[in-house]
């Protein structure tokens, strides 16, 4: 034991690090339907491996919080500035019933146990995963017309009574989330994260990484012209119904073994080889009105490539897509395909009536000459890239951590959002930015899922790393009560909140709702747990709002309890 505490200490990174390999491995084994998931893992890893005594800087604790909020912000910040309005108020109710029934939770039990100021406020600071509430506890009971001595030992309570509660205090609210209510909801976070996204895309069939369709909606193929002799290539170009949907380019002509220059009014004669490349219901439509088809010919391959032009052009803003393609000159249009449009990351579907926005991102297939042609015109080319905007995503996080150290006096009592919070309001601005100008602020996937996972699972660990010894040596010291008490208090608001949301409120979307129900009890380890459930981003845009609202409304807690307890 003496070794192992030498060798941490000399090294705490080892510690970090060997929380998060042994919490994954233990959050990974399933007993039965039950598993407890890498944040979980990690905290409880932590807990075990703190009982040798492990000295690790706070300093840690808030980078890797920071950096997971501040991704989860930027990656959500489109859709949530789209979402605020009549639509949040359900996760304003949630936000206040967590904060009232936790106060409530909190003074009865205090009463009941006979618990003075300070435990009964670290307690509310720890089973509430509130750190803040420390803070204005403490000021609080500053403020009581006591002796010195007895305003010392209640404001040392505070940190008893939340040593001991948080480490349940985060993983209760993992099982609540992750766990309990599926359960009482009878279905799995992912199928209603894949439902919720599914009506996002309004039909639009959305592919996984590496997935594709069988039946490509673009085609190439090769004739040997025999019917579509003596036509120009404008004419066999005009042999579709002439909608976008069926639309086809003649790309290549090759004529006694030497290529002939494509022009419109170029006339393709018997035995003539020509490539053709468009919707697979126009190509296949025409084929019996051109010639045989050929499986290959030499010199017939076209290199053909996908870019995503961001619309900035005023010509194409605020425009239907009919007004657009009526406009639209067809010799800027000829060879170049629109696979999809994009708004604020999710695909919008392509109506004769839908209105295109500034800032809409659309995927074009052409040739290389081609899709230039076309960028000239409607705005430029976002060239896909793994790196990362540093610049952009410092200043993100600079303001984000400037935002938290704002504080805002209500009276006596000190509101900030703290740096988690001032980091997530940050991302959600520097992520809508970045949906309006794709040429800034790249942040590719991969990069972004790394920062989420390691900033949530390294900072649970740390808080176990921090926590643990002293909480264990705590129970042991001064009995089991207050940490059953802890229970009781962070179970209770948790149930009490998940009735109305489920009954009053009318949540019916499970992904939705754990993500609401997470942020108003402020648990970032349950929003990571319930996120890696989804597969996706829907739990973000509530936990985004109820987080906000929680920061401010779980803060308060401290001088309330303070006064009633």
């Known amino acids: 034991m003496e070794f192992l505490h030498y060798l941490l200490n000399q090294s705490p990174e080892l510690a970090l690090f060997l929380s998060l390999a042994v919490g994954y491995w233990v959050g990974g084994i399933h007993f039965g339907k039950f598993q407890l998931g890498g944040v979980a893992g990690s905290l409880l890893a932590a807990v075990l491996i703190s009982q040798v005594g492990i000295t690790i800087d706070n300093g840690i604790k808030s980078v890797l919080f920071a950096l997971f909020i501040y991704a989860v912000g930027f990656e959500s910040g489109p859709q949530f500035f789209r979402s605020l309005g009549r639509q949040s108020i359900r996760e304003i109710v949630m936000a206040a019933v967590m904060a009232i029934s936790g106060l409530v939770t909190v003074i009865i039990a205090a009463k009941l ?14 089973s509430m995963t509130q750190s803040a509430v420390i803070g204005t506890a403490s000021a609080a009971i500053a403020k009581l017309s006591l ?23 985060s993983f209760g609210a993992i099982l609540m ?19 919720a996204q599914a009506q996002l895309l309004a039909g639009i069939k959305g592919y996984g990484p590496g997935e594709q369709p069988a039946i490509a909606p673009l085609v190439g193929r090769i004739y040997r012209v025999d019917q579509a002799s003596g036509k120009t290539v404008e004419q066999v170009e005009a042999l579709h119904p002439g909608d976008d949907a069926s639309a086809f380019t003649v790309e290549r002509i090759k004529r006694g073994g030497a290529l002939v220059g494509v022009e419109p009014n170029a006339i393709l004669q018997a035995g003539d080889v020509v490539l053709i490349v468009g919707r697979r219901a126009g190509v296949v439509a025409v084929s019996g009105q051109i010639g045989t088809e050929l499986t290959s010919y030499p010199d017939m391959d076209v290199v053909a490539v996908t870019r995503d032009i961001t619309i900035d052009n005023p010509l194409f803003v605020n425009r239907t897509v009919a007004d657009i393609r009526q406009a639209t000159h067809p010799a800027l249009r000829h060879g170049v395909y629109v696979v999809e449009v994009k708004r604020a990351g999710r695909p919008i579907a392509l109506q004769a009536d839908t209105i295109i926005a500034s800032g809409d991102m659309v995927t074009l297939y052409g040739t290389p000459d081609d899709i230039q042609r076309v960028a000239k015109q409607v705005g430029p080319i976002i060239v896909a890239s793994d790196k990362t905007d540093f610049v952009f995503h410092g200043f993100g996080l600079v303001v984000g951590l400037l935002i938290g150290m704002l504080v805002v006096r209500l009276g006596a009592i000190p509101l900030t959002l703290g740096s988690g919070g001032g980091a997530l309001i940050s991302g959600l601005a520097f992520g809508w930015y970045r949906s309006h ?11 972004s899922t790394l920062l989420r996972d390691l900033g949530l699972a390294g900072f649970v660990a740390v808080v176990g790393l921090q926590s643990g010894l002293q909480a264990v040596e705590t129970i042991a010291s001064r009995g089991i009560s207050i940490f059953l008490v802890g229970v009781l208090v962070c179970i209770v608001p948790l149930l009490i909140t998940i009735a109305v949301g489920r009954y009053v409120l009318r949540y019916d979307n499970l992904a939705v709702f754990a993500g609401a129900l997470s942020g108003a009890r402020s648990a970032n380890p349950a929003f990571g747990e319930v996120l890696d459930k989804a597969g996706n981003s829907i739990p973000t845009v509530p936990f985004a709002v109820t987080y906000a609202l929680a920061n401010v409304f779980l803060t308060l807690l401290g001088p309330l309890v303070v006064a009633f307890a």
């Open 113 to 126: 146990f006979n618990l003075d100021k300070g435990i009964a406020a670290g307690i509310a600071a720890g």
């Open 437 to 447: 100008h794709m040429t800034r602020g790249n942040l590719p996937t991969p990069a």
């Open 147 to 169: 002796p010195l001595d007895q305003i010392q030992a209640l404001q040392a309570n505070v940190a008893v009574g939340y040593a001991v509660t948080y480490i349940f205090g």
């Open 177 to 195: 989330c992750v766990n309990v209510l599926p359960w009482i909801m009878k279905r799995s976070i992912r199928d209603d994260a894949l439902k």
